[in-house]
Nanobody, 126 residues
Framework: QVQLAESGGGLVQSGGSLTLSCAAS????????MGWFRQAPGKEREFVAA????????YYADSVKGRFTIRRDNGRNTFHLQMNSLQPEDTAVYYC???????????????????WGQGTQVTVSS
C-alpha cells in the first residue's frame, strides 16, 4: 500500500518561499505519476503540479507556472514542491498524491491519483 507524508508547510510573508516535501513508500514508483494539489477554504481541491516518475516530465497549473517547481529525489522516493514568489492567494492546504500512470486521465485530474497524503497548511500573509 502506498503511503505519502507531506512536510514543510508553514507561514510565510508575501513574496517569500517555501519547499514542501512528500515522502513516498510502499511500492516502486516507476510508472507512477506524483502530484501536488491544494484546497483553500470553501473551494474545490485544485491541481498545482505533477511529474512522471519514470520520464521526469513536469506539468503545472497556469496559476503557479514560473513560480513553483516540482522535482523528484529518486534515491529517497521523495518529491518536492519549491514555491517562490508566494502570494496570499496561494494560501491553502497542500496535498501530495500518487497514482499509476495509465494515461486515462490528464495529470491535472484528481481521478488520476489513488493515494493521498494528509495535507500540510501553507499560509501566505500580505
Amino acid at each position: 500500500q502506498v503511503q505519502l507524508a507531506e512536510s514543510g508547510g508553514g507561514l510565510v510573508q508575501s513574496g517569500g518561499s517555501l519547499t514542501l516535501s512528500c515522502a513516498a513508500s510502499g511500492t516502486t514508483f516507476s510508472g507512477y505519476r506524483m502530484g501536488w494539489f491544494r484546497q483553500a477554504p470553501g473551494k474545490e481541491r485544485e491541481f498545482v503540479a505533477a511529474l512522471s516518475w519514470s520520464r521526469g516530465n513536469t506539468y503545472y497549473a497556469d496559476s503557479v507556472k514560473g513560480r513553483f517547481t516540482i522535482r523528484r529525489d529518486n534515491g529517497r522516493n521523495t518529491f518536492h514542491l519549491q514555491m517562490n514568489s508566494l502570494q496570499p492567494e496561494d494560501t491553502a492546504v497542500y496535498y501530495c498524491a500518487a497514482g499509476w500512470n495509465s494515461g486515462v486521465y490528464t495529470y491535472a485530474a484528481r481521478e488520476g491519483y489513488s493515494d493521498w497524503g494528509q495535507g500540510t497548511q501553507v499560509t501566505v500573509s500580505s
